[in-house]
């Protein structure tokens, strides 16, 4: 019988970021193979190194098509299509300009107005050219740049799920710096902390009760830099080339995929929470959780999972059923 009274943390600082691996065995040669694997992938889809597969494409703009690898091309070819939705707030191509604002590493600034309007004009999702008969992928232009920086752990984290499942895993979570997905039922259920803007490490609003799902959040306040008193942050709107500016703190999506809650947090965000409640009236699969900047937090539904709110300096709006 399985003791899911007894947890065993593993933990791993990968893709710059924080990782967590929860099982109930004790077994730190399993917990090695799932970092491997983030490795792995870490290593196909990073833009942060000078080789990676998808650098090797970023270098070849302009001149040749790449060929890649398959679980490359059908991740570039998801976040292609997610890019080109109608008005979509996210972008694979958004790469010259994540570059350019450099938004939470060193020498970050506000861009001349100018060379946002240029870098702009390489930023065309459509102009990503795909080739499913070799798996090729060509940016047309010098300068254009796939950065998969909003997608990757989402992905990663279902690979690691899949491997757990099929390692004969029932129980298990991992995070993957604040992308979460786990595996069945512990005890009772997991229970995830939805983190409060701009507070110290720990604080929460309050927390989500899920079982089998992913939850994912993007916020203002993971990455930014202020200046003349503005915080300009990691999200950047794609139709502007500046951060998207709205009343959001944070967006938090749980899903059966962490991938489709990597995404959705982005188009979300793009939206605002009117029109994002609107679009999810036809997503019973994704449920999302707005936390706005006036310190409500909005549920646009919640019958996968189950919210309490912690912190009384905000207010829940929205069911709980
Ligand atoms: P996330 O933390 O999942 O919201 O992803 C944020 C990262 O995605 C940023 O650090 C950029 O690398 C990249 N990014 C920024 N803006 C966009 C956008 N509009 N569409 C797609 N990726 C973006
Ligand atoms: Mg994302």
């Not at 899911?4 to 004790?26: D, E, H, Q, R, W």
């Not at 959040?217 to 003349?228: D, I, K, L, P, W």
């Not at 009343?247 to 029109?275: C, F, P, Q």
């Not at 997503?283 to 919640?302: C, G, W």
Request: glycine letters at 8%.
């Amino acid at each position: 019988m399985l003791d899911t009274t007894k947890v065993y943390s593993y933990s791993a600082v990968l893709m710059g970021s924080p990782i967590l691996l929860k099982l109930f065995v004790n077994d730190e040669a399993l917990a090695a193979r799932v970092f491997r694997l983030i490795k792995h992938y870490e290593d196909l889809l990073t833009v942060n190194r000078a080789q990676s597969q998808v650098m090797d494409i970023n270098h070849a703009a302009g001149k040749h098509p790449v060929r890649v690898s398959s679980p490359v091309y059908a991740l570039i070819k998801c976040a292609k299509a997610a890019s080109t939705l109608p008005n979509s707030a996210f972008n694979l191509a958004i790469g010259p300009l994540v570059k350019r604002w450099r938004i939470g590493f060193r020498g970050d600034s506000v861009p001349p107005a100018e060379d946002i309007a240029r870098l702009l004009t390489l930023t065309n999702p459509q102009q990503v050219l795909l080739n499913d008969v070799d798996e090729s992928v060509y940016l047309p232009l010098p300068g254009m740049e796939i950065d998969l920086g909003a997608i990757a752990k989402g992905y990663i984290a279902d690979r690691v799920r899949d491997y757990l499942r099929k390692e004969g895993v029932e129980q298990g979570l991992i995070n993957l710096g604040g992308n979460v997905q786990t595996l069945g039922t512990p005890a009772g259920l997991w229970s995830i902390g939805l983190k409060k803007p701009f507070s110290q490490a720990g604080a929460m609003i309050g927390t989500l009760e899920i079982a089998d799902k992913s939850v994912v959040t993007s916020g203002v306040y993971e990455r930014y830099f202020a200046q003349n008193g503005h915080i300009y942050h990691h999200i950047l709107d794609p139709r502007t080339g500046y951060p998207l500016d709205n009343e959001l703190d944070s967006v938090t999506i749980v899903s059966a995929d962490s991938i489709d809650g990597d995404i959705w947090t982005t188009l979300m965000y793009g939206m605002g929470v009117e029109k994002a409640c609107a679009t999810l009236r036809a997503r019973p699969d994704i449920e999302a959780i707005f936390v706005t900047k006036s310190k409500e937090v909005i549920l646009s539904s919640s019958h996968h999972y189950r919210f309490t709110l912690l912190d009384n300096d905000y207010r829940l709006i929205g069911s709980t059923v």
